[in-house]
C-alpha cells in the first residue's frame, strides 16, 4: 500500500475526524470563553477593586530603557487565563457529566429477553401436547 493511501485510509477513519472536528469548536469555544471572560466578567470585577484593568495588573522588573521594552510580570493576564481556564474545564466537566449520564440511562434500558434456548422450545411444545391430551 502506498504512502498516500495508507495516510488517506488514516485521515478518513471517522475518529480522527470527528477529533479535528472537536478542536476547531473547542479554538472557537476559547475564544468566546476569552472574550465572555475579557469583557464581560473582569470589568465588573475591576470596577468593584477600584476601576483597576486586570491586564493591566503587572509588576515591573526593570524599566524601560530606549529601544529595549520593560522586563514585566503580567499577573493580570495570567488571572484572566487562570478564569478561562476555570470555565472552560466547568463547561467540559457539564458536557461529560450529560454524557455519562446519557449512557447510564441507555444502560439501564432493560434488555430484551433472550430467546428461548433450542431445549426450551422442544419442552414447551412437549408441555402443550401433554396439556392437549388430558
Not at 471517522?14 to 472537536?22: C, K, L, P
Not at 476569552?34 to 493591566?56: E, Q, T, Y
Not at 422450545?121 to 388430558?134: F, H, N, P, Y
Given at each position: 500500500?502506498?504512502?498516500?493511501?495508507?495516510?488517506?485510509?488514516?485521515?478518513?477513519?471517522?475518529?480522527?475526524?470527528?477529533?479535528?472536528?472537536?478542536?476547531?469548536?473547542?479554538?472557537?469555544?476559547?475564544?468566546?470563553?476569552?472574550?465572555?471572560?475579557?469583557?464581560?466578567?473582569?470589568?465588573?470585577?475591576?470596577?468593584?477593586?477600584?476601576?483597576?484593568?486586570?491586564?493591566?495588573?503587572?509588576?515591573?522588573?526593570?524599566?524601560?530603557?530606549?529601544?529595549?521594552?520593560?522586563?514585566?510580570?503580567?499577573?493580570?493576564?495570567?488571572?484572566?487565563?487562570?478564569?478561562?481556564f476555570t470555565i472552560i474545564a466547568f463547561?467540559?466537566?457539564?458536557?461529560?457529566?450529560?454524557?455519562?449520564?446519557?449512557?447510564?440511562?441507555?444502560?439501564?434500558?432493560?434488555?430484551?429477553?433472550?430467546?428461548?434456548?433450542?431445549?426450551?422450545?422442544?419442552?414447551?411444545?412437549?408441555?402443550?401436547?401433554?396439556?392437549?391430551?388430558?
Amino acid at each position: 500500500m502506498g504512502m498516500m493511501q495508507e495516510f488517506k485510509k488514516f485521515a478518513m477513519r471517522g475518529n480522527v475526524v470527528d477529533m479535528a472536528v472537536g478542536i476547531i469548536i473547542g479554538g472557537a469555544f476559547g475564544k468566546i470563553v476569552a472574550s465572555f471572560v475579557n469583557d464581560v466578567i473582569m470589568p465588573p470585577i475591576g470596577m468593584l477593586i477600584g476601576g483597576v484593568n486586570f491586564s493591566d495588573l503587572a509588576i515591573t522588573l526593570k524599566e524601560a530603557v530606549g529601544e529595549t521594552p520593560a522586563v514585566m510580570i503580567k499577573y493580570g493576564a495570567f488571572i484572566q487565563t487562570l478564569l478561562d481556564f476555570t470555565i472552560i474545564a466547568f463547561a467540559i466537566f457539564i458536557a461529560v457529566k450529560a454524557m455519562n449520564n446519557l449512557k447510564k440511562k441507555e444502560e439501564e434500558k432493560p434488555a430484551a429477553p433472550p430467546a428461548p434456548s433450542k431445549e426450551e422450545v422442544l419442552l414447551t411444545e412437549i408441555r402443550d401436547l401433554l396439556k392437549q391430551r388430558q
